[in-house]
């Protein structure tokens, strides 16, 4: 018999980092995310979730798994802004390794531009 039971949300993304304390800061402070959970976990780990405010979702910054790498991934994660202009120029300005320029598309491809954290993972604005 097949379970009627369903996924109610997107609890998180993780983003594996080598650097908890630099990424919390990288998030919290340059990107205005909430950290919403630092907790031990396991023998030797830490749990560190980050989160827009007023917003469900949250983005784990964990350690990658044993024998696995950190850094230079691409997150799938597309953040939204009203204003897309004096957001690039917010990140370009606090050092943040931006694109060259915002693309801009026609028709219904929002303009957009990819960034990236200290460690080189991706992530991507959209208006």
Known sequence: ????????????????????????????????????????????????????????TTIALAPPPEGGSSGKRETGITLQ?????????QLKDSGVDVDAEIMRMSGPVPPMFWFRDPEGNTLLVVQ
């Open 81 to 89: 802004t009203n204003d897309i202009d004096a957001y690039y120029t």
């Open 1 to 56: 018999m097949a379970s009627s039971a369903r996924v109610s949300k997107i609890a998180n993304v993780v983003i594996p980092v080598a650097d908890q304390d630099g990424a919390i800061a990288f998030y919290v402070d340059t990107l205005g995310f909430e950290k919403r959970v630092d907790l031990p976990f396991g023998d030797k780990y830490r749990w560190v979730e980050v989160g827009l405010p007023n917003q469900e």
